[in-house]
């Protein structure tokens, strides 16, 4: 499987970029939020899903881990494709389409062109519990500071303790961002205020 693709940019357009690796151009379809991170760079790395049909294999590309995790929640929704994902983040950011979910806004999920009313309630009722949860969020990025197991560890902690992965992950965030260095137990009690 391919998680990501490094390389220079041959062709970028607002739906799609071709990457050259070792001299194979790869053709990735991506969307608008992609489109912006990757503008006016001459190399990148695109973090790929690939789409495979019997009819039709397919590389979507995203300039963030964070982008495509959301994208693969989006698609685990019936109704919901491959196509209406992108264009879902074509038209919003990350952030406001979880904050649309949780907010349970239809009027904002239905203003995305190709979903309707019945699509929209489907898509709230089915990712509401996921998107609370901490899913189609990257979580990496907070752990980059200290070492992965000892944050890894201090947010399965919290939450065996009751709190919600969304809730644990910000609060572990911050706690990084302050003491860089915390221990296991640092991180644990420094977290538990915050919560």
């Known amino acids: 499987m391919i998680d990501y693709i490094k390389g220079n940019i041959e062709e970028l357009t607002p739906t799609e970029v071709i990457l050259d690796n070792s001299g194979i151009g790869?053709?990735?379809l991506i969307s608008l939020?992609?489109?912006e991170g990757?503008?006016?760079?001459?190399d990148a790395k695109v973090y790929i899903h690939h789409y495979l049909r019997e009819d039709e294999e397919l590389y979507y590309g995203f300039a963030s881990k964070d982008e495509r995790?959301?994208?693969r929640l989006l698609i685990g929704v019936s109704g919901i494709g491959a196509s209406t994902a992108r264009m879902m983040l074509s038209s919003l950011t990350s952030e406001e389409i979880r904050n649309a979910i949780l907010a349970e806004d239809i009027n904002k999920i239905k203003?995305?062109?190709?979903i309707g009313l019945k699509s929209a309630q489907r898509l709230i009722l089915e990712l509401k519990d996921k998107?609370?949860?901490g899913a189609g969020a990257d979580n990496s990025v907070l752990f980059s500071t200290a070492s992965n197991s000892t944050a890894e560890e201090a947010t399965t902690a919290l939450v065996m303790l009751g709190f919600t992965?969304?809730?644990?992950?910000?609060?572990?965030?911050?706690?990084?961002?302050e003491h860089p260095n915390a221990t296991l137990e640092e991180i644990i009690k420094l977290g538990l205020k915050r919560l």
């Open 69 to 71: 995790e959301l994208f």
């Open 111 to 114: 203003s995305i062109k190709g």
């Open 165 to 177: 992965k969304a809730n644990v992950n910000k609060a572990v965030a911050a706690v990084l961002k």
């Open 131 to 133: 998107v609370v949860k």
């Open 38 to 42: 990757l503008n006016g760079k001459k």
């Open 33 to 35: 939020q992609t489109y």
């Open 26 to 28: 790869y053709r990735i």
